[in-house]
């Protein structure tokens, strides 16, 4: 004790100064000796109010405590190598109002712990909230002895000048150490935290510590972190090591044995002081800067189980059936292929010539064969009865097919060269444009009461076919300059996720999360693998129609020629295009799910529905569909509005009203230009036409609208899209996201529905393998949305309240909920594409002056 005494005067220079009359020497001499004589009868005078005691476990000591009262409790405990049991050390003050705070130090060999009593611990705000009851749990550095007895020493002090009561009680605990697949059952609170031991068993690299509890509140977190002193175990310092995580019912952890070198790690369970880190409600605000606030009971029942996740052999083959379901698909393709091809040869060799008649041919000319003019529109395919204006070689074609059917095949060779030439010749859109009557006879084309494909596709074909290539080019481009700047983003979250250790920044289905390297949940990336390889295949289906087709124009095929839905593959590369990214994007959107990434999973989501409403449009209408930069523009509106959806949308009411006025004007404007099929102008003059139209066909006459589909079908998607638009200006969904998705799915299954209708009502048929797609593909679409909807996490909730819906995995113990809607929805999708691309086959030998317009 002198020896302390003499470094504290060494510290505060010396007890007395020297006068300067005493001589340096011997006088310093002098003076060193006089000034440790006086300290050290100092310090003796002050250790006559120390108290050192012999403490023992397991019993509860009652005592006081004042400013020149200090009491040191010693403990020994035998620490052995194979059996690590914990030490609790538990402390109560009586006193209500307390003048000073008393001082705990724990000195252990490796390690001090401190707190003061009452514990004062901060919420948001810098709310305080004092607390009189605390357990705190020492922790327990490894031993190399096989049993060694060690000591650690809690001193008692404060600076309150009256005395204080309170009780301190050290304890074993027994089951400080938890076992495999075995339930712990505990009580935690915000200043009686828990933590226990777990080392990892032979043969296991990976568990899943799992945390539950029956009551969402007071709001936890659990934490693991490496076998290590101190302890990070309060609501205040829980997050400086270690993975950590906040929960309500449900936690859960996935611990590798390489992040861990002793095999072993601490998990640590802390209650915190507020409940808004878990979606609880905002306390009040205190009044006082300085106040203390009663946090109440909050005391929490908890469990804790610590499982063996899944080896090295489940990865194997979880990776395996993902690949063997998609090349399944590949060999089944390969197969049709085989088979379609057997079927074409044999066509080859007893060529069908186009579907045509003499009757029907004299239909087309305006008269039946008995010089009527045909009853219905829809009869025999005539058109006369409306202006139909039909090409020269059309007319002329006809007329010389009056014997039978193979009246087409005693076409001039030389004719069909030049046709074939003409339409390869070098000239631009702009050029066949520039005649004089152009406009007017667009005007009479477009507007007549009943169309058919030819009135529609008069462009010249190379012409169109370069348009619609721009639309893979284009998604190629943004592809590009959207995924590159993705995936940095997202490698950066993985990193900030592996190096911080917040596990609140991702949403994952952390019960089913399978680490892979520095990816947390490998199981959710690979599963998209579909989009990407089902996508691919689309493209190869495409590219090999793509070819048999140019290959039958370069040989002058009339099937090819003028038969069927004019084929133009630039939209379907597109949409492969789209599929691919959407795995991509999706991958990386599930390397770190969360609110602020989620538009990289339904960007090209958008796309995939507008290309397939586009494409649809186009097979009826090639002259007059969007051209590629139209489309990409308003597609890139829709994210422009998703992503302020998702920043601005939540409870926002002007945003809303804006959007839902935006919504219904964009459904009226776009439903005015299919109407009219493009012969109208937006211009000053258009409400003087509007009214004009109203007064003459509604009040005037009375009269119908003169294009009945087309008005049944607007109708039918202004009620849709209005009523979806009142219903997000009414109920306003936190995932705006997906509320856009909706909004193009369906109007993209009503058009879908539409077409299909029209075409069985114009007696059109759809052969055998677009029936089967059709099929198969609504069946596994219902599949796909019922696990779709399971939510297995949410993040328009708190990372801990999106945890309560997190379940484990269901497929080969490796797969979750979510997993499976990649499988099935990437199958739909394709299935989906498969339909759009067959469902005019019955058409390939119908003359294209027969195939009606809707």
Not at 286 to 302: F, V
Request: hydrophobic letters at 40%; proline letters at 4%; aromatic letters at 14%.
């Amino acid at each position: 004790m002198v020896l302390r005494s003499y470094w504290k005067c060494r510290l505060k220079s010396s007890c007395f100064p020297a006068p300067r009359w005493i001589r340096p020497g011997l006088a310093a001499l002098f003076w060193f000796c006089v000034t440790q004589l006086v300290c050290g009868a100092g310090a003796l005078g002050e250790n006559k109010f120390v108290r050192q005691k012999n403490a023992e476990f397991d019993v509860t000591y009652n005592d006081t405590v004042k400013s020149n009262n200090q009491t040191i409790y010693a403990f020994n405990h035998t620490i052995s190598r194979n059996k690590t049991e914990g030490v609790r050390v538990t402390v109560d003050v009586m006193q209500q109002h307390l003048e000073s705070p008393i001082l705990f130090v724990i000195r252990q060999k490796q390690a001090v712990m401190s707190f003061q009593v009452p514990l004062i611990l901060r919420g948001l705000y810098q709310r305080k909230y004092p607390y009189k009851h605390v357990g705190r749990t020492l922790c327990q550095p490894p031993t190399r002895a096989a049993s060694e007895t060690q000591y650690f020493f809690v001193d008692v002090s404060t600076l309150s000048s009256q005395e204080t009561n309170f009780q301190l009680r050290v304890s074993r605990v027994e089951s400080f150490t938890l076992q495999t697949d075995r339930k712990f059952s505990f009580a935690a609170s915000p200043s009686q935290p828990q933590f226990f031991k777990y080392v990892f068993p032979d043969g296991v690299d990976t568990v899943i510590v799992k945390v539950n509890s029956d009551v969402n509140f007071p709001c936890s977190v659990m934490s693991v972190q490496d076998i290590q002193c101190p302890v990070y175990d309060l609501d205040n310092n829980v997050a400086f090591i270690g993975m950590y995580q906040t929960m309500t019912k449900k936690g859960a952890i996935t611990v590798q044995r390489k992040d861990f070198p002793s095999n072993s790690f601490y998990v640590v369970v802390v209650v915190k002081t507020e409940d808004e880190a878990c979606g609880g409600p905002l306390r009040f605000y205190p009044l006082q800067p300085d106040e203390l606030i009663d946090a109440g009971n909050r005391t929490k029942d908890l469990d804790v189980v610590v499982s063996p996740a899944i080896n090295s052999e489940k990865y194997v083959i979880g990776m395996l059936f993902c690949l063997g379901i998609f090349l399944s698909f590949y060999v089944l393709t390969l197969l049709v292929a085989c088979v379609e091809n057997k079927r074409m040869k044999r066509r080859e060799m007893f060529p069908n010539p186009p579907d045509t008649s003499p009757a029907e041919t004299a239909s087309l000319l305006g008269k039946n064969g008995d010089g009527k003019t045909p009853a219905s529109p829809y009869e025999y395919g005539s058109f006369a009865d409306n202006g139909s204006t039909l090409s020269s070689e059309a007319i002329t074609d006809s007329a010389t097919s009056t014997d039978n059917n193979y009246g087409y095949l005693e076409r001039s060779l030389d004719s069909v060269a030049r046709s074939r030439q003409e339409s390869l010749s070098s000239v631009e859109e702009d050029d066949y444009d520039t005649l004089e009557d152009i406009d007017s006879d667009k005007n009479i084309v477009r507007t007549k009461k009943y169309l058919c494909v030819s009135d529609l596709a008069r462009k010249d074909k190379r012409i169109l076919s370069k348009k619609y290539q721009i639309y893979f080019w284009n998604i190629a481009t943004i592809a590009v300059f959207y995924a590159l700047p993705v995936i940095q983003l997202v490698i950066t979250y993985q990193t900030v996720v592996n190096v911080t250790g917040n596990q609140d920044i991702c949403y994952y289905n952390f019960l089913c999360a399978h680490p892979l390297g520095a990816l947390s949940a490998f199981n959710n990336i690979l599963s998209n693998l579909g989009y990407v390889m089902l996508g691919l295949l689309f493209l190869l289906i495409v590219f090999k129609r793509d070819v048999t087709h140019s290959r039958a124009l370069l040989r002058n095929d009339l099937n090819a020629l003028e038969c069927g839905i004019p084929k133009h593959f630039g939209v379907y590369y597109a949409m492969g295009t789209a599929l691919m990214m959407e795995g991509l994007l999706s991958a990386c959107y599930h390397v770190c799910p969360n609110y602020t990434n989620f538009q990289f999973d339904t960007s090209f989501m958008y796309m995939i529905a507008g290309l397939c409403m586009l494409k649809l449009y186009q097979k009826r209408h090639p002259d007059i569909n969007a051209s590629a930069y139209t489309a990409y523009a308003c597609l890139a509106a829709v994210i422009f509005f998703s992503v302020l959806g998702v920043v601005f949308g939540r409870g926002n009411m002007v945003f809303w009203i804006v959007f839902s006025v935006i919504h219904i004007l964009a459904t009226l404007l776009l439903s005015t230009q299919l109407y009219y099929m493009g012969r109208w102008r937006l211009d000053a003059g258009i409400m003087r036409r509007i009214v004009y139209v109203i007064y003459t066909d509604c009040i005037r006459q009375c009269s119908g609208p003169m294009y009945i589909d087309r008005m049944v079908l607007l109708v039918m998607g202004n009620i849709v899209n209005w009523s979806l638009a009142a219903y997000g200006l009414i109920e306003r969904p936190n995932d705006f996201a997906s509320y856009l998705l909706a909004i193009a799915i369906c109007n993209l299954l009503l058009y879908f529905a539409f077409y299909i209708i029209m075409k069985l009502r114009s007696g059109e048929r759809i052969k055998c393998l677009p029936v089967v797609c059709i099929l198969f593909t609504a069946v596994v679409w219902g599949f796909a949305l019922y696990f779709f909807f399971q939510g297995l996490s949410t993040w328009q909730k708190t990372p801990a309240e999106s945890r309560e819906h997190n379940r484990d995995c269901i497929l080969l113990s490796f797969f979750d909920d979510h997993d499976i809607w990649h499988f099935l929805s990437s199958i739909a999708m394709f299935g989906s594409f498969l339909v759009l691309l067959t469902m005019d086959d019955d058409l390939d030998t119908v003359q294209r002056d027969k195939i009606y317009v809707f």
